[in-house]
Structure formats: C-alpha cells, structure tokens
C-alpha cells in the first residue's frame, strides 16, 4: 500500500487513456490521477481520427466526460511529456506513470516512387479532415480523376469513403470547413482500393464494407474473379470459421450482383493486388500494381506474386497499411515491434526484459495499432490491474515530491501554458456554437495557438 492516495500520471487521453483513467478512480481506495495530453483538447483518436460521418462511435466521449467529472481527476492538456517534463521528472511526482500515447507514424510501403508529391499515408489525410493540428498544412491535389488506396483496412474504408461521400451528406458532420470546400471542389470520381489477399482475408468489418454500398454518389465495382475462392482460402475458413470473412463475402457478392449503376463516382475493388512502384515525372502519374495469388503460409493464407503487372493512372495515393507507434524519449521501446515493450502492461527494459517499475502502458502504444476503441477498455483494465497489484505488495516507490500542486508550478515555471479540464469546455462549447451555424455538430479549431486565445478568452470571461 502506498502512504497517502495512490498518484498516477496517464500520459495520452485517448480512449485507452481514459479506460486507465476511469479504472483507477473506481477503486475503493484513494487514487489521484493526472491525465496529460500534448494536445489542448482530449480524446485523441476519437477526436482526430475517428472518421466525421461516425458520430456515433464519437458519442463515447459521453463516458470519458464523466470520468473527468471525478473530483480526483485532473486534465494537463498542452503539456508534451519526455519534453515538457521528463519521464525521470513524472517519477518524482506520481507512484506510477501509464503511457498511452497511441501510434502516431505509419508503416511504410517500401517500393519506389512512395514519397512521389500526390502520395500520402491515410493518417495524413485523416488528421486533416478531421482537424488535427499536426496535419493543416498539408494539401491534397483532388484535381485528379482517379485516386489509390492501398490496404483494405478500416482506415481504407474511412479514406474512401470520404472521397466518395456526397459533400452536402459531409456538411451536416464535424469535417472541418476546409476539407469540406476541398472535397466540394473534388475531381476525383475513381478510387481503386487495393487489398494484396482476397477478400476474406480483408482486415475491414462488414459495417465499414456495407457502407460503402449505401454511398448515394458511387458505385461500388467488385471483380467478379476476386471472389472465386482459391484452396488455400477455403482450407483456411473450413479449419478455423471466420463470421466476419463469410459476412464480407456475402457483401461483396451483392455488391457485384447489383452492379454498376451509373452513379457519378466508381469505388474499383482490387483484390488481389499489390502495388509494386508508384511513378511519374515529379509527381504521381499512375501506379504499377502486380497481380498476386494466394497460399497458405506459416501466419496463415499469404500472398505471392504472380508476376503480372497492370497500369493504373491516378493522380493521388493513400498509403493505408496500418499505423506505427513512435518511442517516448526516456521510455523503452521495442523497435521491432513498434511498441513499449511490456508484461501485462507493466513496461519492461527490453523485449522479455526485466520490470521498469513505476512505468506501465496501455493501448496501441502496448498492443500495437490494432482493435476498435471498445478493445482499449480490457487492455487498461488489464494494465491498471498490474498496477494495483504493483501498489498492494508495495512494489512502488513513494514519490519524492508530495505536493499535489508541484508539477503544475513546474510546467508554468517553465512556461507551459497548461490547459485545465474547464477551458477545454469552454473550448468545447465554441466549437459546438460554432458548428451549429452550418447544421453541424462542431467546428473545430484546427490551430494549437488559436484554441489557446480562445481559452484565455473564455478565461478572462470576454
Ligand atoms: P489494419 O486493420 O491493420 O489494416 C491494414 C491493411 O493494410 C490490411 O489490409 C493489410 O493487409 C494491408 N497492408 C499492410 N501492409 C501492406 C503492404 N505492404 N502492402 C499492401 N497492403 C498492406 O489497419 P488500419 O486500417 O490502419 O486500422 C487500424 C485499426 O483501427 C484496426 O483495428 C481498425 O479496425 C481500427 N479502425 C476501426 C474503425 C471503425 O471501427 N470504424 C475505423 C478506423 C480504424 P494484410 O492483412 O495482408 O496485412
């Protein structure tokens, strides 16, 4: 047991962030937390990268605001750890320190041609549509007639389905006001969707993939030889049955019964098919893709190439072939795996390394960028258990300072403007009253510096 109330620092306040959160402060014991962000506003993902035309899974921040309610929670949003305050700092100040600061990169193609100007990874475009700040400045050339999404994930679906959506559908969400002028002024009316194994090897869920059958403006194009299962497919779904893959299968085969319908925008599913190089003269022109067949592989059905080669002109690429996370500095990081290397969630020096104590993780950031944001609930249930267990045997060392009010005049000292819980509501509120002059849930400010000069507006009360 720990002396005083159990203090933990939560650095990232996603939704695995806000799990910890909310399982520590349901204990029948006395637990402070702190939960940083790098950003001014919470919700990380939910906010940034959960798709504008979902606002339902959105509605989730309903729970994460009543866990803020607690009189031991605290929000430290514009606060960058490992640079703001050191991971050795945290230590000094809280019993443990749980990193859940999601994955913030992407992997990589690996194939000539992938930094072409007209190439993007789907983060980039995702954190610009829906406002993050990190991603303003980057601008999507959608002058062109045909686009590529690569991998067939639900960041894919996210990706094309905004291509494809009808603006006037995409005005009554959260997009931000300039991705929506952008998008009105789309040119774009073919999007291919590359997956390199068939269909029932797909990583998207059916909803994702049923949606975009109910797109008004696009037809969705299915080749019909993609859904001829091969053996390997049909081994591999006899040994081990897989709802889903039959759920898309059956999806799919709608879609291609429907047929083409003569709407204005084409989504050309490409199963099958792996890029290869993407070229042009100093910008995207066309991608070469390589026709692939399928056999069963040691982690399951994989893709060989059949040595076939195609031409696709586009003008645009989105490279949506997972997330990667980045290291923290001061904190272990398992290259390899792009993730803390850990034991149940207890953070570990080195992969099957020995315990770094006082440290945990949680979310994408522990388990890789996988699962949807219910998924984090277990995972942070999971970690904040080690973490108690760590508290009863007395395995955490007290904290060197005691003063609850000490990292806050640490972080002004050194000039951090700390956003609090309340000015993110006020911020929240403008938002919201700022949206609700277009019919929108929200318009967000997309600019770190301009949420702070509203939130010290709203501070001042002007
Ligand atoms: P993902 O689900 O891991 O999908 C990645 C896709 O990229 C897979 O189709 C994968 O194919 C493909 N891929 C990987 N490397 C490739 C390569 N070198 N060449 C071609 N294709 C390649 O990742 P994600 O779409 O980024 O999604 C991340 C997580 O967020 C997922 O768990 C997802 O479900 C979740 N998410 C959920 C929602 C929602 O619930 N609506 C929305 C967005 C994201 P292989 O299978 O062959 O590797």
Not at 111 to 131: C, M, Q, R
């Amino acid at each position: 047991m720990t002396a005083g109330p159990l203090r933990v620092a939560i650095i990232g306040a996603g939704p695995s962030g806000f799990y910890a959160a909310d399982h520590l402060l349901k204990q029948d014991r006395q637990v402070e937390v702190d939960l940083f962000d790098r950003l001014p506003t919470p919700y990380g993902l939910v906010r940034g990268g959960v798709a504008p035309d979902h606002p339902k899974i959105k509605s989730v921040t309903r729970v994460y605001e009543k866990v803020a309610a607690h009189p031991a929670f605290r929000f430290f949003g514009n606060v960058t750890a490992g640079r703001d305050v050191s991971a050795d700092e945290l230590r000094r100040h809280y019993h443990a320190v749980v990193w859940s600061v999601g994955a913030e990169s992407d992997r990589t193609l690996d194939i000539p041609g992938e930094d072409l100007p007209g190439s993007h990874t789907a983060t980039e475009f995702v954190g610009w549509y829906n406002g993050h700040p990190d991603f303003q400045n980057r601008r999507f050339d959608l002058t062109h007639e045909a686009a590529v999404v690569v991998g067939v994930g639900n960041v894919a679906m996210d990706v094309t389905r905004i291509l494809a959506s009808d603006p006037d559908d995409l005005a009554k969400t959260d997009i931000t006001a300039s991705a929506l002028a952008a998008l009105r002024a789309s040119k774009v009316r073919t999007i291919h969707l590359l997956g390199r194994r068939g269909p029932a090897q797909a990583a998207f869920t059916n909803p994702e993939l049923k949606e975009l059958g109910e797109l008004p403006l696009a037809d969705v194009v299915v080749r019909p030889e993609d859904l001829e299962l091969d053996p390997a497919t049909v081994a591999a779904l006899a040994a081990s049955p897989d709802r889903e893959a039959e759920k898309n299968l059956k999806t799919l085969r709608g879609f291609l019964e429907r047929g083409v319908e003569g709407r204005p925008r084409r989504i050309e599913l490409r199963f099958l098919t792996s890029p290869l190089r993407i070229e042009g003269d100093g910008r995207v022109e066309r991608v070469i893709v390589g026709a692939n067949r399928l056999e069963a592989g040691p982690r399951g059905v994989q893709a060989v190439a059949t040595g076939a080669e195609t031409s696709l002109p586009a003008g645009l690429v989105f490279r949506s072939v997972g997330y990667r996370a980045l290291p923290v500095s001061g904190v272990p990081f398992d290259e390899r795996r792009a993730v803390i290397p850990n034991r149940l969630g207890r953070v570990l020096a080195a992969a099957e390394g020995a315990e770094v104590p006082g440290f945990y993780v949680a979310g994408w950031i522990k388990r890789g960028p996988s699962g949807i944001i219910g998924t984090n609930k277990p995972d942070a249930v999971e970690t904040v258990g080690s973490l108690l267990e760590d508290a009863d045997a007395g395995a955490l060392v007290e904290p060197a300072v005691t003063d609850r009010g000490a990292i806050l005049a640490l972080l002004e000292a050194r000039g951090v403007e700390v956003v609090r819980w309340g000015d993110w509501q006020a911020l929240d509120a403008h938002e919201c009253a700022a949206g609700a002059v277009r019919g929108a849930p929200r318009e967000k400010i997309t600019d770190t510096g301009e949420m702070l000069a509203v939130i010290r507006r709203a501070r001042q009360g002007t």
